[in-house]
């Protein structure tokens, strides 16, 4: 019997930015879950875009090849794009897969947001 992963987004408006809040599983078969919802917000011209995986406990590389394709968009796009990655697992696959240089990764979203701010 295998273990079904799920991952529940939200999206929420702050002065900053928009953020797009994952909990749970970020793999291959969830992973199309966050991309949708990310690419509607983006669709809708942002002037910011924060991506919260404080609540994701497994990253997969569908989940890090997501956030790479956000970091191009927003780039492109000229989207501030935030990361708020601090759990070990997610940090570590950032990290390793050098996307903290493609975007800004922080501890909380009150740092992601303190981060924007700052750029303005």
Same mark, same amino acid.
């Given at each position: 019997?295998?273990?079904?992963?799920?991952? +529940?987004?939200? =999206?929420?408006?702050?002065?900053?930015? =928009?953020?797009?809040?994952?909990?749970?599983?970020?793999?291959? !078969? +969830? !992973?199309?879950?966050? %991309?949708?919802? *990310?690419?509607?917000? /983006?669709?809708?011209?942002?002037?910011?875009?924060?991506?919260?995986?404080?609540?994701? &406990?497994?990253? &997969?590389? *569908?989940?890090?090849?997501?956030?790479?394709?956000?970091?191009?968009?927003?780039?492109?796009?000229?989207?501030?794009?935030?990361?708020?990655?601090? %759990?070990?697992?997610? /940090? %570590? !696959?950032?990290? /390793?897969?050098? /996307?903290?240089?493609?975007?800004?990764?922080? !501890? +909380?979203?009150?740092?992601?947001? *303190?981060?924007?701010?700052?750029?303005?």
């Amino acid at each position: 019997m295998t273990e079904e992963r799920t991952l +529940t987004v939200r =999206v929420r408006t702050t002065p900053e930015a =928009v953020v797009v809040a994952a909990a749970g599983d970020l793999d291959l !078969a +969830t !992973a199309p879950v966050l %991309r949708a919802q *990310a690419g509607e917000v /983006l669709a809708d011209g942002p002037g910011a875009l924060i991506v919260d995986l404080d609540g994701i &406990g497994f990253c &997969g590389s *569908a989940g890090l090849q997501v956030l790479a394709e956000l970091a191009a968009r927003t780039s492109e796009d000229g989207v501030p794009l935030a990361v708020v990655a601090d %759990r070990y697992p997610v /940090l %570590r !696959a950032v990290r /390793l897969s050098r /996307l903290d240089e493609a975007f800004a990764v922080h !501890a +909380t979203v009150e740092d992601a947001r *303190a981060w924007i701010r700052d750029r303005r």
